[in-house]
């Protein structure tokens, strides 16, 4: 989910920028800094929108740099667990396909695409069912469930997708499924 946090830090600006102006100088610090990191408090820095308060000034012990205590207001991409997700297939491998879901890419296990048994076409990169009646290949749109998030670790930053459920997977397959329900339906009344 994208949100609007407004965070405290103490920035540093460089010795090269301190005869500019103060709010410039810490605008470029923290473009130069904060923005495309992740954390786990917030997720993914995306920008930095508003400085709106810096004070102080200090000098730490060899450091030539300024540190300023500074509030701003960033807009962040945080994941969360069972939000439904639109993306597009960027990877496939022979263990899922990686799906790009805004700035970062999600992993769904060949378990969690589709219910029937998948297996890998190298020859024409693409995941296929065991009936060959679904395939998934780079490039195709999908809707995702978050089923699993671990951001902000020093080793990896992990998210975990799947399409098993009703109302996910790839564009076609949706409409194949709620062209059957409808089908269904009509058959019941």
Known sequence: MYNRLDVADSIRVPPKNLGEDLEESIKQALK?????????EAGVVLSVDTINSIEGGEIEPEDAGVHYETEYEAV???PEMKEVVNGEVVDITSFGAFIRIGPLDGLCHVSQIMDEYVNLDEENNMLVSDEGDKTLEIGDKVTARIIAVSLGNEDSNKINLTMRQP???KD???E?????????EEEEE
Do not use: H, P
Not at 32 to 40: A, L, Y
């Open 172 to 174: 076609c397959w949706i």
């Open 167 to 169: 109302g996910l997977g």
């Open 32 to 40: 130069d800094n904060v923005e495309g990191t992740i954390s786990k």
């Open 176 to 184: 194949d499924y709620e062209e059957q329900q409808a089908e269904e």
């Open 76 to 78: 962040v991409y945080e």
